[in-house]
């Protein structure tokens, strides 16, 4: 997942994001355990029933396992290889997504808020993304964009993600808590970004604020580069640059994102209103195959269960290709049935508009929608410990 994110890019990585059971509240953490989602061989239908046309009635029931769409249909997916996109890495590479008669069209993705027009627009049907200042003012102009899909939640234990420090720093004893910070260069992507609410975040339980440190910008690529020469003091970062430069021996995970904002909601997937409404059995199933997927990766991350499986699809479909970084590189965690934290998603919303970032607030009960994790959730079934 070596991307550079460039300034005003959305978080997708992780990347990571989703907890609640219901769109106000915050979900639980996940049980930390957990059945593993069948694998049925690519392309294959393991009923045996007759394939169905898209448009077909897409009611829970009227869509059931095994009956592919015929003929497929493209579903055209704007994300950045992460490792938060492990969920949709194993449902592509077990043949999920082809047996619900789905073909994916990778379409690249650098800078997301660039890509809002062309999911509005329908030129896109999904978009990996972050909740920053970019997403709610395009919803604010009449972008019509559905929040429908977990991808990276900051759950309380995971280490992924967070602020580094530079080694030295630490091991110099210069850098031993928060107050600390003061007068560092520290970094996060871009003005307006939920990396720069984490760093507030974290600030703010010495009492301090922004304008106690020096404000620095940059991709996660580049702040490895600002750690390793030294003209850095440290940084947030996402999977696996933190692990990278911790491997490398010039920076110290200093603090994990879930420490500083335990079930964030870095990470995760949009639709467009015309893939939501207008292909509606599409999406239903999209969101059912990526959901097989996400929990079969949770299950790997968890319990090991096809841990090597899912390594080789990572690297397969990443720019990390070394074995032995991903018993190193902690994994982003994720709500394994799909559903968004409505609560965490309001919150950057919240904070984002106290300065300025987002003019107008957007009423976020129509624009996250839980009826895509709910449909594949009640097909499936909770997901089990």
């Not at 007068?183 to 307006?192: E, F, H, P, Q």
């Not at 009423?363 to 449909?375: E, G, H, M, P």
Request: with cysteine; glycine share 10%.
């Amino acid at each position: 997942m070596f991307w550079i994110a460039r300034p005003g890019s959305l978080l997708a990585l992780g990347v990571l994001v989703a907890l609640s059971c219901a769109p106000a509240t915050p979900a639980s953490k996940p049980s930390a355990g957990g059945g593993q989602s069948s694998a049925v061989p690519s392309g294959g239908n393991p009923s045996g029933a007759a394939p169905t046309q898209a448009g077909d009635s897409a009611s829970a029931g009227a869509i059931p396992m095994g009956q592919p769409l015929r003929p497929p249909v493209v579903v055209r997916a704007a994300t950045t290889p992460s490792l938060s996109n492990g969920g949709r890495y194993v449902a592509m590479e077990r043949g999920y997504f082809e047996e619900e008669g789905i073909q994916i069209e990778d379409v690249p993705s650098d800078t997301s808020t660039q890509l809002f027009p062309a999911l509005a627009a329908g030129q896109i049907d999904l978009l990996a993304g972050g909740p920053t200042a970019g997403l709610y003012n395009a919803i604010a102009q009449g972008i019509p964009v559905r929040i429908v899909l977990d991808q990276w939640t900051a759950y309380p234990g995971n280490e992924a993600g967070g602020l580094l420090i530079r080694k030295d720093l630490i091991d110099s004893g210069r850098v031993r808590e928060v107050a600390d910070l003061r007068g560092l260069r520290i970094s996060y992507t871009t003005k307006g970004h939920t990396t720069q609410k984490l760093v507030s975040d974290l600030l703010a339980t010495a009492n301090l604020t922004l304008s106690d440190i020096q404000e620095v910008e940059l991709t996660y690529g580049d702040l490895n580069l600002a750690l390793g020469s030294g003209n850095v003091d440290g940084g947030i970062t996402i999977e696996p640059f933190g692990g990278r430069a911790v491997a490398d021996g010039y920076a110290v995970r200093w603090r994990a994102w879930p420490e500083i904002a335990p079930y964030d909601n870095p990470a995760l997937i949009m639709y467009s209103e015309t893939f939501a409404e207008q292909k509606n059995e599409v999406a239903k199933r999209y969101a059912r195959a990526y959901i097989r997927g996400l929990r079969e990766y949770t299950d790997a991350r968890l319990k090991g269960i096809n841990r090597e499986f899912v390594i080789a699809a990572f690297q397969k479909h990443t720019a990390l290709k070394d074995r032995a970084l991903y018993d190193i590189v902690p994994w982003p965690s994720s709500n394994p049935d799909g559903r968004v934290n409505a609560e965490a998603i309001a919150a950057v919303q919240d904070w984002l508009h106290e300065r300025g970032y987002v003019p107008t607030k957007v009423d976020l009960s129509k624009v996250i929608d839980n009826q895509f994790a709910d449909f594949a959730v009640a097909q499936l079934g909770p997901y089990q410990q």
